[in-house]
């Protein structure tokens, strides 16, 4: 069973801080790394990419990747209220057959004001 | 990013009956997928909505169940069949351009059966 593991928090951050979510996954072979938001009752919306090893900016957000040890994290700056929600970790198996996304459990990020 | 959308939105269904659940892409997609968010939980994928062809399947998940169609490139249908309370749940169609890359999400559909 290939598996991604997350904290599921809540995760609890003032305001302006930097928010740091964190991401384990099992299959070696993974190429291709995604993070996603999800607030209450929405579907989730793709926030960052990652496909190779290092780290990658857009905006506040950086996702950091680390084959080695097979780690995704991703770095919020300047955290807003309106960053409070659930944040999904996805990871494209490797290997032929279905394409799919496998998902963390997700981490409840709380942006205290 | 593609823009999918899904009908119907919500729906109330009562056990032993079907529903069939519509997904439309706003582009030309390569891949199309469906998954299913049960409630407190995260995504899980059901499978591939492949075009012209049978869908590939998660394990756990049987087309007797889940029958899926993907007649074009941009439109795919999935139908929960013979519905039990343990399928209430949300389910979620996603599409990507290419293989390897990003996967956007429709609004999904929230399914109450009792």
């Known amino acids: 069973q290939k598996e991604v593991e997350q904290n599921s928090g809540p995760l609890s951050v003032p305001e302006g801080a930097i928010a740091s979510l964190n991401c384990t996954y099992s299959d070696r072979g993974s190429q291709s790394f995604f993070w996603y938001r999800q607030y209450s009752g929405k579907s989730p919306e793709l926030i960052m990419s990652i496909y190779s090893n290092g780290d990658k900016e857009d905006g506040r957000f950086t996702a950091q990747l680390n084959k080695a040890s097979q780690y995704v994290s991703l770095l919020i700056r300047d955290s807003q209220p309106s960053d409070s929600a659930t944040y999904l970790c996805a990871v494209k198996r490797s290997g032929g057959g279905a394409d799919g996304l496998t998902f963390g459990k997700g981490t409840h990020l709380i942006i205290q004001p | 990013s593609a823009v999918i959308s899904q009908k119907p939105s919500r729906d109330i269904c009562q056990r032993g009956t079907s529903l069939t659940i519509q997904c439309q892409v706003d582009?030309?997609?390569?891949?199309m997928f469906w998954y299913r968010q049960q409630p407190g939980q995260s995504l899980t994928l059901i499978a591939t909505a492949n075009q012209g062809s049978e869908a590939t399947y998660e394990s756990g998940f049987v087309i007797d169940k889940f029958p899926i169609s993907r007649p074009n490139l941009t439109f795919s249908t999935l139908t929960v069949s013979n519905m039990s309370p343990e399928d209430s749940s949300i389910y979620l169609c996603?599409?990507?351009?290419?293989?390897?890359?990003?996967?956007?999400f429709g609004p999904g559909t929230r399914l109450t059966v009792t």
């Open positions: 996603s599409g990507a351009q290419t293989m390897n890359r990003e996967q956007y």
């Open positions: 582009s030309q997609v390569t891949m």
